[in-house]
């Protein structure tokens, strides 16, 4: 390859240049921005002027924000373009990519996705960047400081060459000529010959639209509580932040919550694993944040009224910036492969990213220490009746709950850690990670329901214990009665076996029942209650509803008939799988199924599945449900599988395909299988039954137009097809299909039949074309225009249109329910033989698409046609046709026998008892955070 | 003694008898010699015996998929799989899969399986190949 410089043609390098120079500056004002804002925080502290350091502050984040914007909005035109020079836009977008998914096309990669991050920093800084308010540069200098990271990631500078070069960041307009070495790009017009890699079909959904940056949004948020605390420790002022610091974290809280419950509902409606939460890795890093600052703000609150837990405020925000850190690391660095049954490409940050995750929490935690004894606190310690101490208990029990998920999903870090002092250490991995994190999240669950009631009735300070005793255990003891009694009766549904469960139960309920008894008795008073009974009861139904669905959930795909002896299995191994052969009812769990049909739209294929419920009482329940698979664009292989819900108030019943037979996930397979049968030529004897090896046939002529999903009648068509019924010994039930071959523009093409249950293809050679179609060479034909009574002559018949018929009553013509039918009568009289006869040709539209229906007089051969409809002039056009042929007695065929079947799915449907609550219980949980915003909003400064 | 540190100790040693109580949840990655040893549910890492017959056939029990597996000792058995065939499963690069050992043959319920990731150059350049001619 020569190496001299080629011009490239086509390509637009500007945007390109552009952006990687608002990258840089985005890096700089970063950087600028913090110094800035630092040193006003400095100057302030010592009571000089700081205005200055402020205003320069102000210009660099403006600044900064400019850039971040800018590379973002090029970087969004690029890849509306379709400009495939950029390496981004090469891998994540195609000719054929729908508008709509350009935008989860720019957070596919993890450019993009860092992107979003920073593009919610700079949107939310930019709020304390407008408003100038008292802690305008505490919080701005945290996230400057945040940013300079952040845009560090997607520097894109290379020092050396090779593979080995150390490199600083990603750059996101990288050219791919750049970043991959292939002889293409030795032609100076390349861009003409490639398009793009195209979306994962898997994230051309709209969840794909909005979960991410409303999930980012949530990570950026938690840099908002995170910046108040460690701006205050900067500027000495240590409970100043805490009142317009909450709205800031229940905001946080809210959004980050309802992206984790996005992803889960994505996961539930798009993803064959049946669920809604897999305790797989990934969702488990964005939940430990979550966690954690849910801990955060309720030591926050108790640090607000009482000055307790004001220490412990401090390390759950610096601990939940640091948890969204690191599982970013986690995310992108790919240690998490064998674990997780995400995809992950590995970035090569992964020397960054581990920076960026030790710098925070050293700075922060070194701080924090440094200003440790001059945090106050307050001279008495919390008294075991106060709210503050349960409260602290609470926060203690989310602590826990994240550090015990985030120790075992770390579980690679650790082995790798351990691999490198020991080489022989052998990875530990968790065996049943479902069982295992649902066995001890269950007693979190467990105590957060308890404690969230003893909290409500537990009062700030509390110093009259001895006269508030009997009212606090009165409504305690009267809400643990009832939960006991309405935990016995629910038991008598939920399939609760272990007494964990049971317990469980119990205290979600006590949660909604003290919960909701305190918001009765405080509500005139102090409407704020409103805010923590929606979580707080939320909660409680969120519980009731996941144990329902999990512990209720009821496999309906399953043939209980099935011989399952052999392998001895326990009744954990439950067999979710099934198959139903197309047209043939099969029996399941509870109802009865079946594969009715499939139609394909472009590389979707959407398969009709009817469900009828075998309930012997009561009305029956039928319903369907279409799953549908989409096809890679050559068809050789599924790329998804798309489940469909159907959702009643008490149940959702969710079913998928999880296979289908090779032949139909790979057309290739089915050419090959195509290929490989064995076509024997036979000679049928029309009108009789023949013989061949273990089948039986009859064979007739069918002129009819074929009926046939593949095929469409155009003018100038012939076709000839035989109608063959046939049975075997084994399988008695006769079959009737029609192979048939079709002559277009002078190619031939030929349409075999398979027959299902004797597994036999039968085709047309191009011999019985000759047979049949020799004679048909002389076939004769006219056309005429006719209305209603006109008579008409030729070829020694007299044709009378006797009326016009609707519905036509040929009974060759098989209706269907929304066709636009009409027939034609005619009464005809042949000279010749002194014959009268009738003929009633149909002409039908169906599905948009014309059909013609021919009569034909088996002792004439004379054929009528109803080819078209003139309504303006009231008159019909019709075609007759006069085959001189006799027919011929013996016709060719091919016939294949063990041809392997393809008309089957593999099918899995899953009932969900309950589920909704869980919907119902985490949406108020979340809910409860936004009001909670709303209302602190209001009280903040 | 602070009561709230004394509240704080002991979450943190139920949060440590907790890990140390699932301890059994926990294991390394097993071989086949030692799921037929301890005869309980283990993960094994392997590979795909790619020259040996893989059977599944939905008609006769579409949760049952047959194969060959090769442990990192190197011990090839057979391996049926309570699943559906994924797709692609001939090109894996390797498989965790997680059950127990019966008679002469693994029974997994589970399976992770790692695929090898696209390259760059090639796409591009059997496109280019196509689009010269």
Redesign the interface.
């Known amino acids: 390859m020569i190496l001299g410089t080629i011009a490239y043609e086509g390509e637009h390098l500007i945007y390109g240049q552009l952006g990687t120079l608002a990258l840089i500056t985005s890096f700089v004002f970063a950087i600028i921005g913090f110094i800035s804002y630092f040193s006003a925080i400095r100057k302030q502290k010592a009571g000089e002027p700081a205005q200055n350091w402020k205003n320069l502050g102000r210009v660099s984040f403006g600044l900064h924000g400019v850039s971040v914007l800018a590379v973002i909005g090029l970087l969004f035109y690029l890849l509306i373009a379709r400009h495939y020079e950029y390496a981004y836009v090469y891998d994540h977008t195609s000719d054929s990519l729908p508008f709509k998914y350009i935008f989860s096309a720019f957070w596919e990669g993890q450019e993009g996705s860092f992107l979003l991050w920073s593009f919610w920093h700079v949107i939310l800084g930019g709020i304390f960047w407008v408003n100038r308010g008292k802690f305008e540069a505490n919080v701005l200098s945290v996230i400057c400081l945040v940013q300079v990271f952040i845009s560090s990631m997607l520097l894109g500078l290379y020092m050396g060459f090779g593979p080995d070069a150390f490199k600083i960041g990603i750059n996101p307009f990288v050219l791919l000529r750049d970043s991959v070495d292939a002889p293409i790009f030795a032609n100076a017009d390349y861009l003409s010959l490639i398009e793009g890699r195209g979306l994962n079909a898997l994230l051309q959904n709209y969840w794909m639209t909005i979960h991410p940056p409303t999930l980012f949004l949530g990570f950026a948020s938690t840099t908002i509580p995170f910046a108040f605390a460690l701006g205050g420790l900067w500027e000495h002022d240590y409970k100043k932040w805490l009142a317009p610091a909450l709205p800031w974290a229940a905001f946080s809280a809210g959004i980050l919550g309802l992206g984790i419950l996005m992803g889960g509902a994505w996961a539930y409606e798009a993803l064959t694993f049946g669920g809604y939460w897999a305790w797989d890795p990934v969702e488990n890093m964005s939940l430990v944040p979550w966690i954690m600052l849910v801990a955060g703000i309720h030591s926050h609150l108790v640090a607000r009224s009482t000055g307790h837990s004001l220490k412990a405020t401090f390390v759950f925000y610096i601990l939940t910036f640091f948890l969204v850190v690191y599982s970013t690391f986690l995310v992108r660095s790919g240690i998490l492969e064998e674990t997780s049954v995400h995809a992950f490409v590995e970035s090569g940050l992964e020397r960054q990213l581990f920076v960026f995750l030790a710098f925070f929490p050293i700075l922060a935690f070194a701080t924090y220490i440094y200003h440790y004894r001059k945090i106050p606190t307050p001279n008495k310690e919390e008294r075991l009746q106060s709210r503050e101490f349960w409260m602290f208990t609470g926060t203690m029990v989310l602590g826990i709950s994240a550090i015990l998920i985030t120790y075992f999903t770390s579980l690679p870090v650790i082995n790798a850690i351990a691999s490198y002092f020991d080489p022989l250490h052998e990875p530990l991995v968790i065996n049943d990670p479902v069982d295992h994190y649902n066995k001890n999240q269950l007693w979190i669950a467990l105590l957060i329901g308890l404690l969230s009631g003893v909290g409500q009735w537990t009062r700030y300070r509390e110093r009259n214990m001895k006269l508030y005793r009997k009212k606090l255990f009165k409504h305690l003891l009267i809400s643990a009665a009832i939960s006991l009694l309405l935990t016995f009766g629910f038991l008598q549904w939920l399939q609760a076996t272990a007494w964990q469960y049971q317990v469980l139960l119990f205290s979600a309920f006590f949660a909604i029942l003290t919960n909701t008894d305190h918001l009765i008795f405080t509500i005139r008073r102090n409407p704020k209650t409103l805010a923590s009974w929606f979580s707080h009861a939320g909660f409680g139904i969120m519980i009731i509803g996941i144990l329902a669905s999990g512990l209720n959930k009821e496999i309906i795909s399953t043939n209980m008939f099935a011989q399952r002896g052999l392998l001895g299995l326990d009744e954990e191994t439950l067999q979710k799988n099934i198959i139903l052969l197309k047209g043939s009812p099969m029996i399941m769990n509870g109802y009865e199924a079946t594969y009715e049909d499939d139609s394909m739209d472009g590389t979707y294929r959407t398969y009709d599945i009817h469900f009828a419920s075998l309930d012997s009482n009561s009305v029956q329940d039928t319903f369907t449900l279409r799953p549908n698979i989409i096809y890679n664009s050559d068809f050789t292989k599924v790329e998804a599988y798309n489940p469909d819900t159907r959702r009643r108030w008490n149940y959702d019943i969710f079913t998928h395909l999880s296979g289908l037979p090779p032949q139909e996930m790979n057309f290739e397979e089915a050419r090959k299988i195509e290929d490989s049968l064995d076509y024997v030529l036979t000679n049928l004897t029309l009108g009789d039954t023949v013989q061949i090896g273990n089948h039986f046939l009859i064979a007739e002529f069918d002129t009819r137009t074929p009926d046939h999903k593949e095929y469409k009648y155009q003018e100038g068509d012939l076709t000839v097809g035989l109608k063959i019924t046939s049975w075997s010994d084994e399988f008695t039930r006769p079959e009737t299909k029609t192979p048939f071959l079709l002559v277009r523009d002078n190619a031939l093409f030929q349409f075999s039949a398979y027959f299902p249950n004797t597994r036999i293809k039968i085709k047309l050679p191009e011999s019985f074309a000759d047979v049949v179609f020799d004679q048909a060479m002389a076939e004769k034909n006219t056309s005429v225009e006719l209305k209603v009574g006109d008579s008409t002559r030729w070829e020694g018949f007299t044709m009378q249109f006797v009326e016009v018929q609707q519905p036509p009553t040929n009974a060759n013509y098989e209706g269907e329910a929304d066709d636009l039918a009409i027939g034609a009568k005619f009464k005809i009289w042949e000279t010749q033989n002194n014959r009268e006869f009738n003929l009633e040709p149909v002409f039908f539209i169906r599905e948009n698409e014309v059909f013609y229906t021919a009569d034909i007089d088996s002792a004439s051969q004379l054929e009528a046609r109803l080819t078209k409809v003139n309504p303006e002039k009231s008159s019909f056009s019709f075609q007759f046709a006069l085959q001189e042929m006799k027919s011929p007695a013996e016709v060719p065929i091919k016939l294949a026998e063990n041809v392997p079947r393809s008309d089957y799915i593999v099918l899995s449907t899953i009932k969900f008892p309950g589920i909704n609550l869980f919907w119902l219980g985490s949406c108020l949980m979340l809910l409860g955070f936004f009001a909670s915003m709303i209302v602190r909003w209001k009280s903040r400064v | 003694m ?3 540190l004394i ?2 100790i002991i ?2 040693l ?2 440590l008898s ?2 140390i109580f ?1 301890s059994s ?5 097993g071989t086949f010699a030692q799921a037929e040893r301890s005869g309980e ?3 094994v890492v392997g590979q795909l015996s790619k020259d040996k017959d893989m059977v ?1 056939d ?2 006769k ?3 049952k998929f047959t194969f060959f597996m090769k442990d990192n000792e190197g011990r090839e058995e057979k391996v ?1 799989l ?4 994924p ?2 499963f001939e090109l894996s690069e390797q498989l ?1 899969m ?1 059950g127990k050992m ?1 008679d002469d043959t693994f ?1 997994a ?1 589970d399976m ?1 399986m ?1 695929c090898p ?1 696209k390259y ?2 090639e ?3 059997i ?2 190949e196509a ?2 001619e």
């Open positions: 602070n009561k709230t509240a704080a979450l943190i139920g949060a907790v890990i699932t949840d926990v294991s390394s990655y549910r283990l993960k599944y939905p008609v029990d579409p949760n049926i309570l699943q559906a065939k797709q692609d965790v997680t019966k029974i319920s992770l790692k990731s760059n150059d796409e591009i350049y496109r280019s689009a010269g």
